[in-house]
């Protein structure tokens, strides 16, 4: 979402001239409206327009492309063009929203954003003492933006066990947690630009703990049941409230 929105800047002062797309909205109500802003929340992303947002969630199989039309009509959801550019959006979902973003979206728990609210994320941990870290991390309203990825290899950076409550985490633990949540979401974004992600995996999909040289488990932790990679040698399940 962050690579769209740098790739989208030239866009913002633009009129939107043609619109068109399979996506279920007014596509007339976006002709000659310019575009103001263009923001993310997470893998939600935003098109400001004056007195509506168009609103792209990519789901699982939604992709766009910029300047071509890459995949077929039938996946158009949303096509633009705007002053002399072209923005397509494919098999996402589309929606415009008429409401105040900020009311809508809580940027501070946005994990790349400016705003960004390290204060306020330990906030909302502490109020959740029963809840597996692996769970907490996928937490929208905490950390918006990471996913699956981020989450097992910040765990494995800071060596903490998947399933250790929220409420048992020593509190430098705690900071290490909220802090890699943001910093490896930034060399996230850094080795994806560069096509070099996989190749900087230390646990997510591996066999083999780095440090331990022992067999990674694989295992769906939690109430998210997403696929979790870990190492139970060095990896610390914290079990008394410190
Ligand atoms: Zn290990």
């Given at each position: 979402?962050?690579?769209?929105?740098?790739?989208?800047?030239?866009?913002?002062?633009?009129?939107?001239?043609?619109?068109?797309?399979?996506?279920?909205?007014?596509?007339?109500?976006?002709?000659?409206?310019?575009?103001?802003?263009?923001?993310t929340w997470g893998k939600q992303f935003f098109i400001c327009l004056p007195n509506t947002t168009i609103r792209i969630h990519f789901l699982m199989f939604g992709?766009?492309?910029?300047?071509?039309?890459?995949?077929?009509?039938?996946?158009?959801?949303?096509?633009?063009?705007?002053?002399?550019?072209?923005?397509?959006?494919y098999t996402c979902a589309v929606r415009l929203i008429d409401e105040d973003l900020d009311s809508i979206y809580d940027w501070e728990a946005d994990v790349m954003?400016?705003?960004?609210?390290?204060?306020?994320?330990?906030?909302?941990?502490?109020?959740?003492?029963?809840?597996?870290?692996?769970?907490?991390?996928?937490?929208?309203?905490?950390?918006?933006?990471?996913?699956?990825?981020?989450?097992?290899?910040?765990?494995?950076?800071?060596?903490?066990?998947?399933?250790?409550?929220?409420?048992?985490?020593?509190?430098?633990?705690?900071?290490?947690?909220?802090?890699?949540?943001?910093?490896?979401?930034?060399?996230?974004?850094?080795?994806?630009?560069?096509?070099?992600?996989?190749?900087?995996?230390?646990?997510?999909?591996?066999?083999?703990?780095?440090?331990?040289?022992?067999?990674?488990?694989?295992?769906?932790?939690?109430?998210?049941?997403?696929?979790?990679?870990?190492?139970?040698?060095?990896?610390?399940?914290?079990?008394?409230?410190?």
């Amino acid at each position: 979402m962050v690579i769209l929105k740098e790739a989208m800047q030239p866009f913002i002062g633009k009129k939107i001239l043609e619109a068109r797309g399979n996506a279920k909205i007014d596509m007339g109500q976006l002709l000659q409206r310019k575009i103001l802003n263009i923001k993310t929340w997470g893998k939600q992303f935003f098109i400001c327009l004056p007195n509506t947002t168009i609103r792209i969630h990519f789901l699982m199989f939604g992709s766009h492309s910029i300047g071509e039309q890459t995949r077929p009509d039938k996946s158009l959801r949303l096509g633009l063009k705007v002053g002399r550019r072209t923005v397509f959006f494919y098999t996402c979902a589309v929606r415009l929203i008429d409401e105040d973003l900020d009311s809508i979206y809580d940027w501070e728990a946005d994990v790349m954003s400016d705003v960004w609210n390290p204060r306020k994320a330990r906030k909302k941990l502490k109020a959740m003492p029963d809840t597996m870290v692996c769970d907490a991390l996928l937490d929208q309203q905490i950390f918006s933006g990471v996913g699956n990825i981020i989450k097992n290899e910040v765990l494995y950076r800071i060596m903490l066990h998947p399933e250790t409550l929220v409420g048992n985490i020593p509190a430098r633990k705690l900071t290490a947690l909220i802090n890699e949540a943001r910093n490896y979401s930034f060399d996230f974004l850094k080795w994806k630009k560069k096509f070099v992600l996989k190749k900087h995996w230390l646990a997510h999909t591996k066999k083999t703990c780095k440090r331990c040289d022992l067999p990674l488990v694989k295992k769906y932790c939690g109430k998210t049941k997403r696929r979790t990679f870990f190492c139970e040698n060095c990896q610390v399940k914290y079990n008394f409230s410190t």
